[in-house]
């Protein structure tokens, strides 16, 4: 069983900053990507930003220079910093995880319940 936990969601003004967490747990044997997508009412989830465990880095084009993507290995964890937030950054935040679990032959995805981010203007 694997779970991914995320905090650091809220209400912010434009302009703010938000750093959000996810903590994958359970029984995983190697973590190779984790990030972060987002889905705004009405519209489909995108990528926001990844991080593999190559140390390559990908950022949706909005949010480049704005957002930053890290990841603690030893805690198989993934934070997202956000700065000069805008109104049009608001979505429930989705973090995903791609790894084996044990005794797993192939890779999975596992997602978290997802955080709200409202950045009013």
């Known amino acids: 069983q694997v779970q991914l936990v995320e905090s650091g969601g809220g209400l912010v003004q434009a302009g703010g900053s938000l750093r959000l967490s996810c903590a994958a747990s359970?029984?995983?044997?190697?973590?190779?990507?984790m990030g972060w997508y987002r889905q705004a009412p009405g519209q489909q989830r995108e990528l926001v930003a990844t991080?593999?465990?190559?140390?390559?880095?990908n950022y949706l084009d909005s949010v480049k220079g704005r957002f930053t993507i890290s990841r603690d290995n030893a805690k198989n964890t993934v934070y997202l910093q956000m700065t000069s937030l805008k109104p049009e950054d608001t979505a429930v935040y989705y973090c995903?995880?791609?790894?084996?679990?044990?005794?797993?032959?192939?890779?999975?995805?596992?997602w978290g319940q997802g955080t709200q981010v409202t950045v009013s203007s």
């Open positions: 991080t593999t465990s190559g140390g390559t880095i």
């Open positions: 995903y995880a791609y790894l084996f679990a044990l005794g797993a032959f192939r890779t999975q995805d596992y």
């Open positions: 359970g029984s995983i044997s190697s973590i190779l990507a």
